[in-house]
């Protein structure tokens, strides 16, 4: 059934360690969020361990790695314009 | 998601017509989702502009993160069973793609169980929807993505009871690639939510 898109996608056994590690990162993200000692590091780590997570999934399980670029482009373009979005009105708001 | 040989499938269908046809529909699936990252920026947005708006109603504090951290791995396994269904699907083992696919379903329903619970925990504690602007927009943003959850359950159980039927590789219904990845998007959005809306407010 494999066509040539799907002959490159990853096997089986990669989806689980991808899975293990997304696991391993959310307990990391709960366990830091804890910790009184990091106060001023917490947040820039919880969303740098987000951003990797994000990262993985959409690599990986939507395979957004293997496909054609144009497919990205579309994708990442509705990502860029959330972040700006967010970013311009936060600071419209004065609220960063 | 790679893309699947539904010119096998169309009746009296052009092989590469077929193939054209899926690729339309995979490029406006990826249109589709690039427009919901607008949706759900905005309304993560909006979040945290009135995320010290409580007035005289609960705020953060009342978040259980352990218990939405169980519920966000529940949500992050349940992509790991969807790509495990896509894989089987490719491969054509339509067995094993319903096993996926019923799991991956549960998974999400499990998920959903826990929202329910959860908004009824503080319902109780009177973090109601017109509390005030925090709780407003709180709900608002985690009550759509569960919308989008309950969508995505029902698309997994009607592809569920079609392979039942024999009609998984069916193209002229739904496709488990593109149900994978609007599944997977369902599970992008709760990763931001879970980071933004839940563990950075509770600092």
């Not at chain 1, 740098?48 to 997570?53: E, N, S, T």
């Not at chain 2, 077929?18 to 249109?31: E, L, N, Y």
Request: glycine share 8%; proline share 3%.
């Amino acid at each position: 059934m494999t066509t040539d898109d799907t002959a490159h996608l990853p096997a089986a056994r990669t989806y689980w360690m991808i899975a293990a590690v997304l696991f391993v990162v959310t307990a990391i993200e709960v366990a830091i969020a804890y910790v009184e000692r990091l106060a001023d590091l917490v947040a820039p780590m919880l969303i740098i361990l987000g951003a990797i997570k994000f990262g993985i999934v959409v690599a990986f399980f939507m395979h957004l790695k293997f496909e054609k670029p144009l497919m990205k482009s579309l994708f990442l373009i509705g990502v860029a314009g959330a972040i700006i979005l967010f970013i311009v009105v936060l600071a419209t708001f004065r609220a960063l | 998601m790679a893309s699947h040989p539904v010119a096998e499938t169309l009746p009296g269908g052009h092989a590469e017509s077929g193939h054209d046809i899926h690729r339309i529909r995979k490029t406006a699936m990826w249109v589709f989702l690039g427009s919901e990252c607008l949706f759900f920026g905005a309304m993560i947005a909006t979040f945290l502009l009135y995320r010290n708006s409580t007035g005289d109603g609960p705020g953060p504090e009342i978040f259980d993160i352990p218990f939405t951290s169980a519920s966000s791995f529940v949500l992050l396994m349940s992509s790991l069973t969807m790509v495990l269904a896509h894989d089987a699907f490719e491969r054509g083992d339509s067995r094993q793609a319903r096993v996926w696919l019923g799991g991956t379903a549960l998974l999400g329903s499990t998920f959903l169980a826990g929202q329910i619970f959860e908004f009824t925990e503080f319902i109780h504690e009177g973090l109601t929807l017109p509390t005030s602007p925090f709780a407003s927009s709180f709900y608002m943003l985690t009550g759509f993505h569960g919308i989008h959850v309950a969508v995505g359950v029902m698309l997994l159980m009607a592809m569920f009871i079609l392979s039942l039927n024999g009609r998984l590789y069916d193209d002229r219904g739904l496709n488990v690639e593109l149900v994978g990845l609007y599944w997977h998007f369902v599970d992008i959005v709760w990763i931001v939510i879970f980071t933004v809306v839940y563990l950075l407010q509770v600092l």
